[in-house]
């Protein structure tokens, strides 16, 4: 397998530019540049990247959206707003190799005719941002980015935004909202963001790590990329895995690559006891058991069939000695705390579902609390304005169906 | 009479000037404010109304809404620590319990000296290094009580 | 025009008409809490969401706009599903104050409750949130924000309407709050409209607050009679006493709103004394009450006298453009027909106030009567006098003997306007022989020779002229009671005494011989 992504992470001197670029950095900006703008995203379509923060759309489709020669400013938005639980791939890419971020954003920023751009960082990882900050210095100084793109009459600005702590900021069209310096209320679609987005323009968002792959995808062509993971799975991936594993971390795989083989290969096998369940996307998607787990593999398609989802990759691995309503209203909680509260049923659903959790864990729930718990997630489901909604329907629904007895047996005989 | 003194005023001319227009640098400019003068209080935020034309409310309101900024006066030392997932599995609430018995507050509290405030948080990308906590820029991961306690004593001798 | 088929109905909508516009235009009710046709769309309480052919979720008909061949479903039993759903969690953190909330009656959680819900609550008391309640924001407004649905209309109202963004959101998830600054009183001429827009008893009307149950009250169409902008209005009344005003919504003058001055007027019309019996000088000098068929022979009697001994022209008709048209047009006719003056005034103003003049750049209008247009579209202004100043002087200076005096005490003061009431005063000392039609007692009245006692806005069947032009018509919510009488029956009295033959017995009456005026002219 190539590493697209982590192929030079553990080197200390990477965030160097002089260092990026002896090691092949800014060589796909320089190829792109050659190219004709819309053959750029015609490269990346072919090469069937998909996005990475958790929706898993295709990259090149998205960019193809964005109606050009509007007369209107075209906006490309990095989201680094990585809140989802379970999920720390792209703090990894942000601290160690900080220049593929910038050498992506301006492959993008050129294809989409774009001129000023913004990474939108969550404000926990400040001092993350220093790191890319100097590495922006960096680019700006070797005439990299500002009035000319790497020699190019192109000019280029790229800012950090730093976000001031807001899950739901993660949702593009919150993050887009929260840029314009508004609470980060998700907006109604249509209209969309390719047509109309920051500041009523057309707006790309795309995850750190799906802008991270643009360069390699360029310089090694798509062919190169689409020969690795599967049908349609195209590519490699970053999981973060966490949990009851002896060597908790990110690890680029091919999509494709079995489950069972990144918990007991990469990350050194389950600890502390036999292995019970297994949230392999971040909180947002449904749990599978340990069963479940078996002959699973790491692509969007395979993980719909078992029942779950690819999503942002944040595998969290849970032994037998942990207690499922207990993880349950965890989530609950995070669920009820980030929802910004603007449409009903998510504000009240959210808030009430984490209650009825509670006190279920505490011992003072009953058991019709728990079919209420499925009536909530009914009503919440794909009534909402944005998915957090469902974000926190898919944990209470698979948690309760999957581990009905240990919730049972909380209730007050 | 709070206000911006000359360098907080060059970083503020700095903000603007990324933004097409101006309101987009309303949160930015919140949080130089916050570094400013510790917390979003309302004289706070009537400040930065007045300062970039939007009313005082409409600030409050933006403020309010993120965590990130506090609503009332927060540490010196501000501790946020992960209650999520991750962290939960790995041992946050022997750290929480150990915080509350060093610092004898609750989440939410701060001490009467005004050096530590503590509060749970949500997940802060450190789900492979749990449990974990943050104080202001800075990251404290792989946490165990005893490492609360190291933490806090340094942090006390800063 | 896009065509739609909506719960089987076949209908076509202009470009741009969203689902819930749509179903409006075709009579169906889309249950919904954000939406307000004079705001801008929202789309965040989720009531309004409906089935759509092809989609598959329920979109929000408020955002949804229709297109060409659409059919949309409103009443299945997904959509009812989803509707009971919202309700219920709008319901759970929602207190149950309906015993000791003004909103009960006419409030949409309540209605919609008894349509879509009917449900029983699944949530312990202890598991409710816990919000502000009876929050004082000022002399208009009180706010409860534990009832609050957020809706955020009232946001959308201090954002888009009056610019000036009081009331905001704070906080996130189900522990927001409306409110405003600090919780601060509310300093905007219009925020009474957010008690409007209010779907449920969040911010109800302190001028209203425990006074009266909805369901007793009726309800009379008027215009406001506050200043010349003419926002049309909703008197509700009961047994004689006004509870309060309402906007009427009308596209063209006033949307759905009116200001805060405009709303309280209805106080005005009770303070003071009312003038109960005409009444008129004698020989010694003081006023005493006499029958009405007495007061009018009298005046009919004196002014034809001082018509055949000093000239038609020594008689002045001074209006009030406070009046109805109908009563000023029974005025002219009287006056200038039977009587035979030329000479009619009703400017009241220091300067010459302009009708269409604006005070603010939302609604109110400089000049604080309601019918100045009328007034001058009847003809009832003087080049010569130019004004009430000139009508003092010619007054004092013997050209005008007498003069027939409609006075209504303007219902929004302005502190330059606050003489102009001792300006009628002077203008009655100054004649030989004056009739005065008002509401209230004064001191000044003593010194008229006759005084009718009149109804007063609200009280008087008829139309005003806006500063548009528009003729608008309003109501009367109440009555006066007793001998006071509508100043279009007291000019129709005047006029049969003096021998016309016309009958002028009802509103309808009026308006023919106005229409054939109009025409003739």
Same mark, same amino acid.
């Given at each position: 397998?190539?590493?697209?992504?982590?192929?030079?992470?553990?080197?200390?001197?990477?965030?160097?530019?002089?260092?990026?670029?002896?090691?092949?950095?800014?060589?796909?900006?320089?190829?792109?540049?050659?190219?004709?703008?819309?053959?750029?995203?015609?490269?990346?379509?072919?090469?069937?990247?998909?996005?990475?923060?958790?929706?898993?759309?295709? *990259?090149?489709?998205?960019? !193809?959206?964005?109606?050009?020669?509007?007369?209107?400013?075209?906006?490309?938005?990095?989201?680094?707003?990585?809140?989802?639980? !379970?999920?720390?791939?792209?703090?990894?890419?942000?601290?160690?190799?900080?220049?593929?971020?910038? /050498?992506?954003?301006?492959?993008?920023?050129?294809?989409?005719?774009?001129?000023?751009?913004?990474?939108?960082?969550?404000?926990?990882?400040?001092?993350?941002?220093?790191?890319?900050?100097?590495?922006?210095?960096?680019?700006?100084?070797?005439?990299?980015?500002?009035?000319?793109?790497?020699?190019?009459?192109?000019?280029?600005?790229?800012?950090?935004?730093?976000?001031?702590?807001?899950?739901?900021?993660?949702?593009?069209?919150?993050?887009? /909202?929260?840029?314009?310096?508004?609470?980060?209320?998700?907006?109604?679609?249509?209209?969309?963001?390719?047509?109309?987005?920051?500041?009523?323009?057309?707006?790309?968002?795309?995850?750190?790590?799906?802008?991270?792959?643009?360069?390699?995808?360029?310089?090694?062509?798509?062919?190169?990329?689409?020969?690795?993971?599967?049908?349609?799975?195209?590519?490699?991936?970053?999981?973060?895995?966490?949990?009851?594993?002896?060597?908790?971390?990110?690890?680029?795989?091919?999509?494709?690559?079995?489950?069972?083989?990144?918990?007991?290969?990469?990350?050194?096998?389950?600890?502390?006891?036999?292995?019970?369940?297994?949230?392999?996307?971040?909180?947002?998607?449904?749990?599978?058991?340990?069963? /479940?787990? /078996?002959?699973?593999?790491?692509?969007?398609?395979?993980?719909?069939?078992? !029942?779950?989802?690819?999503?942002? !990759?944040?595998?969290?691995?849970?032994?037998?000695?942990?207690?499922?309503?207990?993880?349950?209203?965890?989530?609950?909680?995070?669920?009820?705390?980030?929802?910004?509260?603007?449409?009903?049923?998510?504000?009240?659903? *959210?808030?009430?579902?984490?209650?009825?959790?509670?006190?279920?864990?505490?011992?003072?729930?009953?058991?019709?609390?728990?079919?209420?718990?499925?009536?909530?997630?009914?009503?919440?489901?794909?009534?909402?304005?944005?998915?957090?909604?469902?974000?926190?329907?898919?944990?209470?629904?698979?948690?309760?169906?999957?581990?009905?007895?240990?919730?049972?047996?909380?209730?007050?005989? | 009479?709070?206000?911006?003194?000359?360098?907080?005023?060059?970083?503020?001319?700095?903000?603007?000037?990324?933004?097409?227009?101006?309101?987009?640098?309303?949160?930015?400019?919140?949080?130089?404010?916050?570094?400013?003068?510790?917390?979003?209080?309302?004289?706070?935020?009537?400040?930065?109304?007045?300062?970039?034309?939007?009313?005082?409310?409409?600030?409050?309101?933006?403020?309010?809404?993120?965590?990130?900024?506090? +609503?009332?006066?927060?540490? +010196?030392?501000?501790?946020?620590?992960?209650?999520?997932?991750?962290?939960?599995?790995?041992?946050?609430?022997?750290?929480?319990?150990?915080? +509350?018995?060093?610092?004898?507050?609750?989440?939410?509290?701060?001490?009467?000296?005004?050096?530590?405030?503590?509060?749970?948080?949500?997940?802060?990308?450190?789900?492979?290094?749990?449990?974990?906590?943050?104080?202001?820029?800075?990251?404290?991961?792989?946490?165990?009580?005893? +490492?609360?306690?190291?933490?806090?004593?340094?942090?006390?001798?800063? | 025009?896009?065509?739609?088929?909506?719960?089987?109905?076949?209908?076509?909508?202009?470009?741009?008409?969203?689902?819930?516009?749509?179903?409006?235009?075709?009579?169906?009710?889309?249950?919904?809490?954000?939406?307000?046709?004079?705001?801008?769309?929202?789309?965040?309480?989720?009531?309004?969401?409906?089935?759509?052919?092809?989609?598959?979720?329920?979109?929000?008909?408020?955002?949804?706009?229709?297109?060409?061949?659409?059919?949309?479903?409103?009443?299945?039993?997904?959509?009812?599903?989803?509707?009971?759903?919202?309700?219920?969690?709008? @319901?759970?953190?929602?207190?149950?104050?309906?015993?000791?909330?003004?909103?009960?009656?006419?409030?949409?959680?309540?209605?919609?409750?008894?349509?879509?819900?009917?449900?029983?609550?699944?949530?312990?008391?202890?598991?409710?949130?816990?919000?502000?309640?009876?929050?004082?924001?000022?002399?208009?407004?009180?706010?409860? &924000?534990?009832?609050?649905?957020?809706?955020?209309?009232?946001?959308?109202?201090?954002?888009?309407?009056?610019?000036?963004?009081?009331?905001?959101?704070?906080?996130?998830?189900?522990?927001?709050?409306?409110?405003?600054?600090?919780?601060?009183?509310?300093?905007?001429?219009?925020?009474?409209?957010?008690?409007?827009?209010?779907?449920?008893?969040?911010?109800?009307?302190?001028?209203?607050?425990?006074?009266?149950?909805?369901?007793?009250?009726?309800?009379?169409?008027?215009?406001?009679?506050?200043?010349?902008?003419?926002?049309?209005?909703?008197?509700?009344?009961?047994?004689?006493?006004?509870?309060?005003?309402?906007?009427?919504?009308?596209?063209?003058?006033?949307?759905?709103?009116?200001?805060?001055?405009?709303?309280?007027?209805?106080?005005?019309?009770?303070?003071?004394?009312?003038?109960?019996?005409?009444?008129?000088?004698?020989?010694?000098?003081?006023?005493?009450?006499?029958?009405?068929?007495?007061?009018?022979?009298?005046?009919?009697?004196?002014?034809?006298?001082?018509?055949?001994?000093?000239?038609?022209?020594?008689?002045?008709?001074?209006?009030?453009?406070?009046?109805?048209?109908?009563?000023?047009?029974?005025?002219?006719?009287? @006056?200038?027909?039977?009587?035979?003056?030329?000479?009619?005034?009703?400017?009241?103003?220091?300067?010459?106030?302009?009708?269409?003049?604006?005070?603010?750049?939302?609604?109110?209008?400089?000049?604080?009567?309601?019918?100045?247009?009328?007034?001058?579209?009847?003809?009832?202004?003087?080049?010569?006098?130019?004004?009430?100043?000139?009508?003092?002087?010619?007054?004092?200076?013997?050209?005008?003997?007498?003069?027939?005096?409609?006075? @209504?005490?303007?219902?929004?003061?302005?502190?330059?306007?606050?003489?102009?009431?001792?300006?009628?005063?002077?203008?009655?000392?100054?004649?030989?022989?004056?009739?005065?039609?008002?509401?209230? $007692?004064?001191?000044?009245?003593?010194?008229?020779?006759?005084?009718?006692?009149?109804?007063?806005?609200?009280?008087?069947?008829?139309?005003?002229?806006?500063?548009?032009?528009?003729?608008?018509?309003?109501?009367?919510?109440?009555?006066?009671?007793?001998?006071?009488?509508?100043?279009?029956?007291?000019?129709?009295?005047?006029? $049969?005494?003096?021998?016309?033959?016309?009958?002028? &017995?009802?509103?309808?009456?009026?308006?023919?011989?106005? $229409?054939?005026?109009?025409?003739?002219?």
């Amino acid at each position: 397998m190539n590493k697209v992504l982590l192929a030079n992470v553990d080197q200390p001197d990477q965030t160097n530019i002089d260092k990026y670029r002896e090691r092949g950095g800014y060589q796909g900006l320089q190829k792109a540049l050659a190219m004709e703008q819309t053959a750029v995203i015609d490269e990346v379509k072919a090469s069937g990247l998909r996005g990475r923060g958790g929706a898993g759309f295709p *990259t090149g489709m998205k960019w !193809g959206f964005v109606p050009r020669n509007t007369g209107k400013a075209t906006y490309l938005l990095c989201n680094a707003d990585e809140s989802e639980p !379970g999920t720390f791939k792209d703090r990894l890419l942000l601290e160690r190799d900080p220049h593929m971020l910038i /050498e992506g954003m301006a492959i993008a920023c050129y294809a989409l005719d774009c001129h000023l751009s913004y990474i939108y960082i969550r404000g926990e990882y400040e001092f993350v941002a220093y790191t890319v900050q100097k590495a922006l210095d960096e680019a700006y100084a070797a005439k990299i980015l500002g009035p000319s793109l790497m020699g190019k009459d192109y000019p280029l600005d790229i800012f950090i935004h730093l976000g001031q702590g807001a899950y739901i900021c993660g949702e593009e069209t919150s993050l887009i /909202e929260s840029l314009e310096g508004y609470r980060g209320y998700p907006r109604l679609k249509p209209p969309f963001p390719a047509v109309s987005g920051f500041l009523a323009s057309p707006t790309v968002v795309n995850n750190v790590e799906t802008l991270c792959a643009v360069p390699w995808i360029v310089k090694n062509g798509a062919a190169a990329y689409s020969a690795m993971g599967t049908e349609k799975s195209k590519g490699t991936k970053l999981f973060s895995i966490s949990g009851h594993v002896s060597k908790p971390g990110t690890y680029e795989v091919e999509l494709g690559y079995p489950l069972m083989d990144l918990i007991n290969n990469e990350a050194g096998g389950v600890t502390g006891g036999k292995l019970k369940a297994v949230i392999p996307g971040g909180s947002s998607v449904p749990v599978l058991t340990a069963a /479940e787990c /078996e002959g699973v593999t790491l692509d969007y398609e395979a993980l719909l069939k078992a !029942g779950s989802m690819l999503g942002s !990759g944040g595998v969290i691995v849970f032994n037998d000695t942990v207690k499922m309503p207990e993880v349950l209203s965890v989530i609950a909680d995070f669920y009820a705390h980030e929802s910004c509260g603007q449409c009903t049923p998510c504000r009240e659903g *959210t808030g009430w579902a984490a209650k009825i959790l509670r006190n279920l864990v505490a011992g003072k729930g009953k058991v019709p609390d728990i079919d209420l718990l499925y009536k909530i997630a009914d009503m919440m489901e794909g009534k909402t304005i944005c998915p957090l909604a469902d974000a926190d329907v898919m944990p209470i629904r698979s948690f309760v169906t999957k581990f009905r007895s240990e919730f049972e047996s909380f209730c007050a005989s | 009479m709070i206000q911006f003194n000359e360098e907080a005023m060059r970083r503020y001319q700095t903000i603007i000037s990324h933004y097409p227009e101006k309101r987009a640098a309303v949160l930015p400019v919140l949080t130089l404010a916050q570094r400013e003068f510790g917390w979003i209080s309302p004289e706070v935020a009537d400040y930065v109304g007045n300062l970039m034309g939007y009313p005082p409310s409409d600030m409050l309101s933006v403020a309010t809404f993120y965590t990130m900024l506090h +609503k009332k006066p927060a540490g +010196k030392y501000h501790m946020e620590i992960c209650r999520n997932v991750s962290c939960w599995l790995m041992g946050t609430y022997a750290c929480v319990d150990e915080i +509350k018995r060093r610092l004898k507050i609750e989440p939410g509290g701060i001490t009467p000296d005004g050096k530590f405030s503590f509060a749970l948080t949500e997940c802060l990308g450190s789900c492979g290094t749990a449990p974990a906590m943050q104080v202001g820029d800075r990251y404290f991961e792989n946490l165990t009580p005893q +490492k609360i306690g190291e933490i806090i004593e340094k942090l006390s001798n800063e | 025009m896009p065509k739609l088929t909506i719960d089987d109905q076949e209908i076509e909508v202009p470009a741009g008409t969203t689902i819930i516009q749509a179903a409006m235009h075709a009579g169906i009710d889309i249950p919904h809490y954000c939406y307000h046709e004079d705001l801008p769309i929202d789309g965040n309480c989720r009531m309004c969401l409906v089935e759509v052919e092809k989609m598959p979720k329920l979109p929000p008909s408020c955002a949804t706009v229709v297109t060409d061949g659409m059919v949309v479903k409103t009443r299945t039993d997904k959509v009812k599903e989803a509707v009971r759903g919202v309700l219920e969690f709008l @319901l759970i953190n929602h207190p149950v104050d309906c015993p000791v909330c003004d909103q009960a009656g006419e409030c949409r959680l309540q209605d919609y409750y008894m349509v879509y819900g009917l449900h029983t609550s699944e949530i312990p008391l202890e598991m409710k949130v816990r919000k502000h309640k009876a929050v004082d924001l000022g002399p208009m407004v009180v706010l409860d &924000s534990e009832r609050c649905v957020l809706c955020s209309r009232c946001i959308r109202f201090f954002d888009h309407v009056t610019h000036t963004g009081e009331m905001q959101f704070f906080g996130r998830g189900d522990h927001v709050e409306i409110g405003t600054f600090e919780n601060r009183p509310l300093d905007n001429p219009y925020s009474g409209n957010v008690v409007d827009v209010c779907p449920v008893g969040a911010l109800t009307s302190r001028d209203f607050r425990f006074k009266c149950r909805v369901w007793f009250l009726l309800s009379t169409d008027s215009v406001c009679g506050g200043c010349s902008t003419g926002c049309n209005v909703r008197i509700d009344h009961r047994d004689g006493t006004i509870f309060r005003l309402l906007p009427r919504r009308n596209v063209d003058i006033n949307k759905s709103w009116m200001c805060d001055e405009g709303r309280l007027t209805y106080h005005k019309l009770t303070s003071g004394e009312r003038l109960r019996l005409p009444a008129a000088r004698g020989r010694d000098g003081m006023q005493a009450p006499m029958k009405w068929s007495d007061a009018i022979s009298l005046v009919d009697t004196t002014l034809r006298d001082i018509a055949s001994r000093h000239g038609q022209n020594s008689i002045l008709g001074f209006a009030s453009p406070s009046a109805t048209n109908e009563a000023l047009f029974l005025f002219k006719l009287y @006056l200038g027909d039977r009587i035979g003056t030329s000479n009619f005034e009703f400017r009241l103003a220091s300067e010459d106030k302009d009708a269409t003049a604006e005070e603010d750049q939302v609604l109110r209008h400089l000049d604080k009567h309601p019918n100045s247009i009328g007034a001058a579209g009847l003809g009832l202004a003087s080049d010569s006098l130019g004004g009430i100043d000139g009508a003092i002087v010619a007054a004092s200076e013997g050209r005008i003997e007498a003069a027939v005096i409609i006075y @209504l005490k303007p219902l929004v003061e302005r502190p330059a306007d606050r003489d102009l009431e001792a300006k009628v005063a002077k203008l009655v000392e100054s004649l030989e022989f004056s009739v005065v039609l008002t509401s209230h $007692k004064a001191e000044w009245l003593a010194k008229a020779n006759v005084v009718l006692p009149v109804t007063q806005w609200s009280e008087e069947e008829g139309t005003y002229t806006n500063f548009q032009g528009t003729e608008q018509a309003a109501g009367a919510a109440i009555s006066p009671g007793g001998e006071i009488l509508p100043i279009w029956q007291v000019m129709a009295r005047l006029l $049969k005494t003096s021998g016309d033959e016309r009958v002028f &017995s009802s509103q309808a009456d009026i308006a023919a011989v106005r $229409k054939t005026a109009s025409a003739e002219s």
